[in-house]
């Protein structure tokens, strides 16, 4: 690992179930990096959102949009290296897009929510290297039945595969930042040491030009 010349700002991007908050840990871990991580377990919305998408999508979103562009304000003023859980970006182009063009946002609330985010990204950078956890829906079911959070449980497969159809269009044709793609059902980054070194490595190579 190669010394760092500035703070950097490292996104960790992927679907519901694809590890993110897994892989966010152990990077603030292994480099000494702070993590920082969606509003999830304390999202005032998030409960409300699965027992009915249609009503709450909006308001869903625009809190996440609000935590984010909080999050960029004072990652763009950190002393230090930050990792982070989920970008700006992602939320507004992945996840407020598909509820968009499922039905659960009308017209009228896309168009204010994307004049808001219009506002914000004209002051927002991109990270330095997002990282990309790609993994099919089957291997998303896995996990999110793994960790037992009954909020998730009723999520429909359709939504976790439109995510997933929105996540490769944003990530291989919206998306202008440096990008390092993880095949994630291939791995267990989390359980296997040299999954995981196989992945620091990489990051290495983006970030510190080095390469193994």
């Not at 004049?115 to 950078?125: G, K, T």
């Not at 991109?126 to 990282?131: K, N």
């Amino acid at each position: 690992m190669g010394a760092e010349a500035k703070h950097k700002h490292i996104a960790i991007a992927g679907n519901i179930g694809s590890g993110k908050t897994t892989l966010t840990k152990m990077l603030a871990h292994h480099y000494g990096w702070e993590p920082r991580f969606e509003a999830v377990d304390y999202n005032p919305y998030l409960q409300d959102y699965y027992s009915d998408i249609e009503r709450w999508s909006f308001a869903l979103e625009v809190y996440f949009l609000k935590e984010r562009f909080k999050d960029v304000l004072s990652i763009r003023h950190a002393a230090h290296t930050v990792v982070q859980d989920r970008s700006i970006f992602e939320g507004v182009y992945v996840f407020t897009a598909t509820n968009k063009d499922m039905g659960n946002m009308s017209q009228r609330d896309f168009e204010t929510y994307m004049e808001l985010f219009d506002q914000m990204v004209e002051i927002v950078d991109y990270p330095d290297l997002m990282v990309y956890l790609r993994s099919d829906v089957a291997h998303l079911v896995e996990h999110i039945q793994r960790r037992g959070r009954d909020y998730e449980q009723t999520i429909p497969l359709e939504y976790l595969s439109r995510l997933n159809e929105r996540y490769e269009d944003f990530i291989f044709h919206k998306y202008k930042g440096r990008t390092l793609v993880v095949e994630a059902d291939e791995i267990d980054f989390e359980h296997n040491p040299k999954d995981f070194a196989g992945i620091v490595d990489r990051v290495d190579a983006e970030l510190f030009g080095l390469f193994s």
